[in-house]
């Protein structure tokens, strides 16, 4: 199959290495710097040669706040049978175009983060397929992911985006709390180091994924969640109440432990 991927970041490049084993490859990346180690694949100078490559699937790995736009550009350059993908985090946007494109799509999102995911080894990691995609995009990646032991799960565009305030939004939230409260003259434990590595990877991402993240409609009621519960934990530590305190603990520990109800 003849796959053209735009954009050369961390996914985008991981993808032009994988399906380069079995298919016929092209970037179009406009940064030079992430054009370099992509021997594996034809590097386009310009959208325009989509034209010639005729891809029968293109892969759009441009950030979320390009990908629409990214999409308009490069329509004219396809053939009509062309299947046309995204791997955006949050689906809102997106799913706006494809109601009115008139390409066959499929939308997918892999949920490991290069940034933590050891790309070598998938095992145990999932991805998401969106359920309106077209048959043939459903089969193809589902297939992909498999055969690299990633477990597959399908999802409508709504149960998505709403799924990923809960899956993504919550942690994000999580650890720039903790990053706000960092000092660099701290002595740290155990459970401090281990934060502050989770941090450092969320940290070390690029601003228009955090932002893809965050400002999902849905991020808002996560954010409302957790400043509540902080408010609750705020008046018992203040009253110093033993008993409160042992109630809201043991609805945590339901919480990460639902099978055990010791």
């Known amino acids: ?23 016929e490859v092209g970037v179009y990346e406009k940064d030079s710097i992430k054009r370099t180690g992509m021997e594996q694949a034809r590097i386009f100078a310009a959208l325009e040669e989509l034209a010639l490559f005729a ?6 790995a441009v950030t979320l706040d390009a990908t629409v736009t990214v999409f308009h550009e490069t329509e004219k350059y396809l053939p009509g049978d062309c299947i046309i993908a995204d791997l955006t985090s949050i689906k809102g946007v997106v799913a706006d175009y494809y109601r009115g494109c008139p390409f066959r799509f499929a939308s997918i999102h892999p949920m490991f983060g290069p940034t933590f995911a050891a790309l070598g080894s998938l095992k145990d990691e999932n991805a998401i397929v969106i359920k309106e995609s ?7 990646f589902r297939q992909f992911f498999e055969k690299l032991g990633v477990r597959v799960f399908e999802y409508s565009f709504a149960e ?9 939004t919550l942690p ?9 409260r960092c000092d660099k003259n701290t002595v740290p434990g155990t459970t401090f180091a281990k934060h502050m590595n989770i941090a450092k990877g969320l940290l070390a991402e690029d601003d228009h994924l955090l932002a893809e993240i965050l400002f999902n409609p849905y991020s808002i009621q996560e954010l409302e969640g957790i400043t509540t519960k902080l408010e609750y934990l705020k008046h018992i530590i203040g009253e110093q109440d033993q008993e409160e305190l042992k109630d809201f603990l043991r609805k945590l520990r339901n919480n990460v432990f639902p099978g055990d109800h010791s």
């Open 1 to 23: 199959m003849k796959i053209a991927i735009l954009g050369a970041g961390r996914m985008g490049s991981w993808l032009a290495k994988e399906f380069s084993k079995g298919h």
């Open 55 to 60: 891809p029968e699937l293109l892969i759009n």
């Open 134 to 140: 077209c048959p043939e995009g459903t089969l193809f």
């Open 160 to 168: 998505h985006d709403a799924m990923m305030a809960y899956s993504l």
């Open 172 to 180: 994000f939230i999580c650890s720039m709390a903790f990053s706000s």
